[in-house]
């Protein structure tokens, strides 16, 4: 018997203990094998190494692990148009014959028309009429699964593959190796959060309690007796920019000691992660490459990134250059 319970225990024991700790990181391989041997990736583990070795001055307790990551840009694909967008782009074709006051009512008559320049005119006032207009005004569930029908059908122009097969190779590979070492990783985003909690624990690992966005005004209603969510034509918050601070604070309730942006919408939420105590990590992707996926920064229409990149030049913050510190974007590409 006692020779039993010995062999249970050395079976069950290192199974549960691994499953409890995290691994420490110096004692793992090759954590982002589709990074390039760059700065930014030795960056990284060099940071990693620090806050998870006990003993160190600049140790970091797993709880306080925290790590943000904007969503748009940052861990999938935003041009030529947001994700979101595309969403709402055909659900405006889809819901048109219901409201014919849409073709000569901006952003809708350009959807219409296939003129994107005359939706891109009406700024962000536009695009939250185009989400207000196609989200609202049904329950929680029936959006979750307008959302999910689409994500499986719906594909880009470019790559010719779904929306949630353009996420970044490395990205995952990244959001991995975190919580490998204890970290707890977060979407910031300012997508709107109904949209991508439908997606997002399949895609990257994160589960939707770990998903914070921008919101729409809710309220409960009762349906043939039962409660129901519905989703008002009202926004509630818009997680962007100077929200983003305000949304880990809300939502996260602990600063981030790790932030990750690509565009000037990032900035505050970086600035706020490096005005914490102690070890601090900001990262930026630049979009530089044409060839395997597309190259903008201070003057483009989506994800523009100008002053924070200065930003992040003056201040030592990481900034990975696309084209030459990834081996890989996507994990379809050779």
Same mark, same amino acid.
């Not at 990284?44 to 925290?66: H, L, N, Q, Y």
């Not at 994160?206 to 129901?228: A, C, F, N, W, Y």
């Not at 696309?322 to 379809?332: G, I, L, Q, R």
């Given at each position: 018997?006692?020779?039993?319970?010995?062999?249970?225990?050395?079976?069950y024991?290192?199974?549960?203990?691994?499953?409890?700790?995290p691994?420490?990181?110096?004692?793992?391989?090759?954590?982002?094998?589709?990074? #390039?041997?760059?700065a930014? +990736?030795?960056?990284?583990?060099? $940071?990693?190494?620090?806050v998870t070795?006990?003993?160190?001055? /600049? $140790?970091?307790?797993? %709880?306080?692990?925290?790590?943000?990551?904007?969503?748009?840009?940052?861990?999938?694909?935003?041009?030529?148009v947001?994700?979101?967008?595309?969403?709402?782009?055909?659900?405006?074709?889809?819901?048109?014959?219901?409201?014919p006051?849409?073709?000569?009512?901006?952003?809708? +008559?350009?959807?219409?028309?296939g003129?994107?320049?005359?939706?891109?005119?009406?700024?962000?006032k536009g695009?939250?009429q185009?989400?207000?207009?196609?989200?609202t *005004?049904?329950?929680?569930?029936?959006?979750?699964?307008?959302?999910?029908?689409?994500?499986?059908?719906?594909?880009d122009?470019k790559?010719?593959?779904?929306?949630?097969?353009?996420?970044?190779?490395?990205?995952?590979?990244?959001l991995?190796?975190?919580?490998?070492?204890?970290?707890?990783?977060?979407?910031?985003?300012?997508?709107?959060? *109904? $949209?991508?909690?439908?997606?997002?624990? +399949?895609?990257?690992?994160?589960?939707?309690?770990?998903?914070?966005?921008?919101?729409?005004?809710?309220e409960?209603?009762?349906? /043939?007796?039962? %409660?129901?969510?519905?989703?008002?034509?009202?926004?509630s $918050?818009?997680?962007?920019?100077?929200? +983003?601070?305000?949304?880990?604070?809300?939502?996260?309730?602990?600063?981030?000691?790790?932030?990750f942006?690509?565009?000037?919408?990032?900035?505050q939420?970086?600035?706020?992660t490096?005005?914490?105590? *102690?070890?601090?990590?900001?990262?930026?992707?630049?979009?530089?490459?044409?060839?395997?996926?597309?190259?903008?920064?201070r003057?483009?229409?989506?994800?523009?990134?100008?002053?924070?990149?200065?930003?992040? #030049?003056?201040? *030592?913050?990481?900034?990975?250059?696309?084209?030459?510190d990834?081996?890989?974007?996507?994990?379809?590409?050779?």
């Amino acid at each position: 018997m006692k020779k039993l319970l010995y062999v249970l225990l050395s079976i069950y024991l290192p199974v549960a203990v691994s499953t409890l700790s995290p691994c420490p990181a110096a004692a793992q391989g090759d954590p982002l094998p589709s990074w #390039n041997d760059t700065a930014p +990736k030795k960056n990284i583990i060099a $940071f990693v190494e620090r806050v998870t070795k006990e003993g160190s001055p /600049d $140790f970091v307790p797993i %709880p306080e692990r925290i790590a943000t990551f904007d969503n748009d840009g940052t861990l999938w694909v935003e041009s030529p148009v947001y994700t979101q967008v595309a969403f709402a782009s055909d659900r405006v074709k889809e819901l048109a014959p219901q409201h014919p006051e849409w073709k000569t009512q901006q952003p809708f +008559k350009g959807i219409l028309e296939g003129d994107m320049k005359a939706v891109v005119a009406t700024g962000e006032k536009g695009i939250y009429q185009l989400v207000v207009a196609t989200s609202t *005004g049904m329950t929680e569930e029936e959006f979750e699964q307008s959302v999910s029908t689409w994500i499986a059908q719906a594909q880009d122009r470019k790559f010719k593959r779904h929306y949630n097969e353009l996420v970044y190779q490395p990205m995952t590979e990244l959001l991995t190796y975190l919580r490998n070492n204890g970290f707890k990783t977060f979407i910031v985003s300012g997508g709107e959060v *109904g $949209f991508m909690r439908p997606w997002a624990e +399949k895609a990257y690992g994160i589960p939707s309690e770990q998903v914070v966005g921008s919101t729409m005004k809710t309220e409960l209603e009762t349906r /043939d007796g039962k %409660p129901v969510i519905m989703r008002l034509p009202q926004i509630s $918050f818009v997680d962007d920019g100077p929200g +983003k601070p305000v949304g880990i604070d809300t939502f996260i309730g602990r600063r981030p000691i790790l932030a990750f942006g690509n565009s000037d919408g990032d900035q505050q939420m970086l600035e706020w992660t490096a005005a914490g105590v *102690g070890q601090r990590m900001m990262l930026l992707i630049h979009h530089t490459d044409a060839d395997r996926e597309y190259a903008y920064d201070r003057t483009s229409s989506v994800g523009k990134l100008d002053k924070a990149l200065d930003e992040a #030049n003056a201040k *030592g913050w990481t900034v990975v250059n696309m084209k030459d510190d990834w081996k890989h974007v996507f994990a379809f590409q050779p």
